[in-house]
């Protein structure tokens, strides 16, 4: 067992408006020699969406290596995680190879993140998974939901990593009405999705369940609205630019930007700022 020592910690308020309005994302800087049944206490522990670990890149194109926790297991790929880490590296006064970008390495490849001042977008990694929900893993969602087959206007697996499938609703109103029963979908990866009226702000209202990893709601989602934004530009359903609020219903205002650029990469991004910095104990 690894004799505790400080190591470098941050929290990282990720797709934040204001303060403490976003995804929080608990960091530590120097994951070197914890082996994973620590990483995984510790995440467990904070009861966080996500806990991440710092540690040396296997690869010459990246930064850095990232493992990524949830109070559960841990997954290859995350986006709010990708882009709370890179913020924290960089306010630890690390600099990358390319002064406009970073490269994470992790479990998902090399993941690329934009910078912006305190905007960071990272680069939608391939899709593993896509296509439209069997009809019966579709009924159960619908059950679980609480809503009628007819209320689904499409469906469709965005799996980047964790698992994520979507159901896409006429409104954001309807998305702020759900009252899901997790008990029904205990191994679930999913969202839902709908729109916002013009000039509301936001294009889209989405919110993410995952009792698959032990989260019931996630205050705001980067893979998920990753895989989402692959799919909707991709087939003309949403603007080549747009934005996604998510977190309302757990009183949080987290804020997106979707963007497919000319080549048609998607890109995820919105500010994150270091609520806590010091040291902990592992």
């Excluded at 969406?49 to 194109?61: A, D, R, V």
């Excluded at 790929?77 to 890179?86: D, E, K, N, Y």
């Excluded at 206007?153 to 698992?163: E, S, T, Y």
């Excluded at 747009?242 to 919105?270: F, K």
């Amino acid at each position: 067992m690894t004799m505790p020592r400080a190591r470098a910690f941050a929290q990282v308020d990720v797709f934040s408006t204001g303060a403490f309005s976003g995804n929080p994302v608990a960091v530590v800087l120097d994951g070197s020699d914890l082996d994973d049944q620590a990483m995984q206490r510790l995440a467990r522990w904070t009861n966080l969406s996500e806990t991440t670990f710092l540690l040396p890149p296997t690869t010459e194109e990246a930064d850095y290596r990232l493992r990524i926790f949830t109070p559960d297991s841990e997954l290859p790929f995350a986006g709010h995680p990708t882009l709370g880490t890179a913020r924290a590296w960089l306010d630890a006064g690390h600099s990358p190879r390319h002064a406009d970008r970073i490269v994470q390495e992790c479990g998902a490849g090399l993941v690329t993140v934009r910078r912006d001042t305190d905007s960071l977008a990272f680069a939608a990694p391939p899709r593993v998974r896509d296509g439209a929900l069997d009809e019966a893993y579709l009924a159960q969602l619908v059950a679980a939901f609480g809503i009628t087959r007819e209320q689904v206007l499409d469906h469709q697996w965005v799996d980047n990593g964790p698992g994520w499938a979507v159901l896409q609703l006429a409104t954001a109103e309807e998305v702020l009405a759900l009252e899901p029963d997790l008990s029904l979908i205990p191994d679930a990866m999913v969202g839902a999705i709908g729109a916002h009226p013009e000039n509301a702000g936001h294009h889209f209202e989405m919110r993410t369940f995952a009792p698959g990893a032990g989260v019931p709601e996630d205050p705001a989602c980067g893979s998920m609205n990753a895989g989402v934004g692959q799919w909707l530009t991709s087939t003309g359903a949403a603007p080549s630019s747009y934005r996604v609020a998510q977190g309302t219903r757990l009183g949080r205002s987290a804020s997106i930007a979707v963007t497919a650029d000319e080549s048609g990469a998607v890109w995820v991004g919105g500010d994150t700022t270091v609520a806590i910095h010091g040291t902990i104990a592992m």
